[in-house]
């Protein structure tokens, strides 16, 4: 069967792009940079950018394009005892889907409840208590579900499953065109009016002052190298299914220049209208910024909805800003279940539209855990691993395996016969030393931090458990591929 391709390269880098800005970068990015330094973390960001972020993208354009396959396929084609890693990568694909759904699903709710500013004045209390109803439930403890939240993912999971199951050129390419272009002028225009807003700039110096004295703590370079990785959608499996799309001669490179760079540059604007709607918070209520500063969910549900309730014309910016938040947590939704969709493709050999039913389906009914009483709690907890251990081992294997176990010069030399300009062996150098060697030091630290420290007070079991489970899963399937090669061979 011939593999689907892209109608055009604009449609490619925005469901590239598309996947890479999501939720995270509207509020994990601005207070990442605020907590680690303000300009100063601007310093090493960009580093990571540049040694991490662009070559990584680079060397899984280059996987995808060259072998035509998702993940595990094309991993199993470098090297047979691998394909487990890659249905490592689609398992924490399919796990961040199954939760992601419900985050949409909250900025669903309020895009609803910002034409009314229905979240009250006490939006702290609203959200927790009233929306969620989260009491005393807990990640073992779920109680039961809040349709409203339910209705809100099925929303959610009816507009991702139009996009897969229409395919690559129809479905998602077409949905990419409309919702990223969206995306950025809703941004744009948001920040044109909130920049404007009394104490918006100060927010937004609070931002972009530079601490030098942070420029020399590792954990700084820990938090951009790890920002670089969560945001940028490389290892687990989305790059190598979208990349498989890809005509035979595409310019690689260049295309992953643009991708890294659009990702990057929307992060810093929402870095400024974040900062900005804060600013005028703090000027507002008479407090400083950091008085009036959250991060998470507390920032997208909490503070913000605060804010809208002072700006000006909250019924018309309290929906941009929320239908924004929408369009790109679904952008990215989008992306993480072709990522499993391609690779049930690739392996049964079925339709498009069987396997989109089959993962919608089975998501959807476990994403059902996440419209509970205590679906933020599971959702914190998952998330957690998920991002933590699941994404950054899965990134520091493939960089092993492809520098270490596999000649990098041949993922290089296979990038500029494809490009227009040449890269040089700095990409050699960026995925065989700095990259692992950042990523040891932030993977060691985190699990060194979960078993001495904890988190949030939750019992970990669930968290090692989905680890062990998305790593048995992957052995068993690389096990009995071999064996059904073994006996076609007999």
């Not at 309290?318 to 989008?334: D, E, N, Q």
């Not at 064996?483 to 076609?488: D, F, L, N, T, Y």
Request: glycine share 10%.
């Amino acid at each position: 069967m011939k593999r689907e391709q892209w109608g055009s390269r604009t449609g490619f880098i925005l469901a590239a792009v598309g996947s890479a800005v999501g939720l995270g970068n509207i509020w994990r990015f601005p207070y990442m940079a605020y907590e680690n330094g303000g300009g100063a973390f601007f310093i090493p960001y960009l580093f990571a950018m540049l040694t991490a972020g662009i070559p990584f993208m680079i060397l899984e354009f280059s996987m995808g394009q060259r072998h035509r396959g998702s993940a595990p396929k094309t991993l199993s084609i470098i090297n047979k005892k691998f394909e487990w890693l890659g249905w490592f990568q689609v398992g924490v694909a399919a796990v961040i889907a199954i939760y992601y759904v419900a985050v949409i699903g909250w900025a669903i709710s309020y895009f609803g409840l910002s034409f009314t500013q229905g979240w009250g004045t006490d939006t702290n209390a609203y959200f927790f208590s009233d929306y969620l109803q989260l009491g005393d439930n807990s990640p073992t403890n779920l109680g039961s579900i809040q349709w409203g939240i339910a209705l809100a993912m099925v929303i959610a999971w009816g507009v991702t499953y139009a996009a897969v199951a229409g395919g690559v050129k129809s479905g998602i390419e077409r949905a990419s065109k409309i919702m990223m272009p969206i995306l950025f002028l809703m941004v744009i225009g948001l920040i044109a009016r909130m920049i404007t807003l009394p104490g918006a700039l100060e927010g937004v110096t609070y931002l972009f002052k530079p601490d030098f004295s942070k420029i020399w703590d590792l954990q700084v370079w820990a938090a951009a190298y790890g920002q670089i990785f969560f945001t940028l959608s490389i290892g687990f499996a989305i790059m190598l299914a979208y990349s498989s799309y890809l005509p035979e001669k595409s310019d690689i490179s260049n295309n992953a220049f643009m991708t890294v760079l659009l990702n990057c540059g929307f992060s810093i604007l929402s870095g400024i209208m974040i900062f900005s709607v804060l600013g005028y918070m703090a000027h507002a209520q008479d407090k400083g910024v950091t008085d009036v500063v959250s991060s998470g969910v507390g920032l997208a549900f909490v503070t913000i909805p605060e804010a809208i309730n002072l700006l000006p014309i909250p019924y018309i910016l309290g929906p941009l800003f929320f239908f924004a938040l929408t369009v790109a947590g679904l952008s990215s939704h989008i992306s993480l279940v072709e990522a499993v969709t391609s690779s049930i493709i690739d392996k049964l050999g079925c339709s498009r539209r069987k396997a989109a039913n089959w993962v919608v389906g089975v998501g959807f009914i476990i994403s059902m855990a996440y419209a509970t009483n205590g679906g933020l709690l599971l959702l914190d907890l998952v998330d957690h691993f998920a991002n933590n251990i699941g994404i950054l081992a899965s990134c520091l294997v493939e960089l092993l395996l492809m520098t270490w176990l596999m000649k990098v010069s041949d993922s290089r030399e296979y990038a500029n016969k494809q490009s227009d300009f040449k890269i040089a062996i700095w990409f050699d150098i960026c995925l065989k030393f700095i990259s692992p060697a950042m990523l040891i030091i932030i993977l060691v630290d985190k699990v060194d931090t979960l078993l001495t420290d904890g988190y949030g007070g939750y019992n970990l079991n669930l968290g090692w458990a989905m680890i062990a489970l998305l790593l048995a899963v992957g052995i068993i399937i690389n096990v009995n591929s071999k064996k059904s090669a073994q006996g076609a061979n007999v």
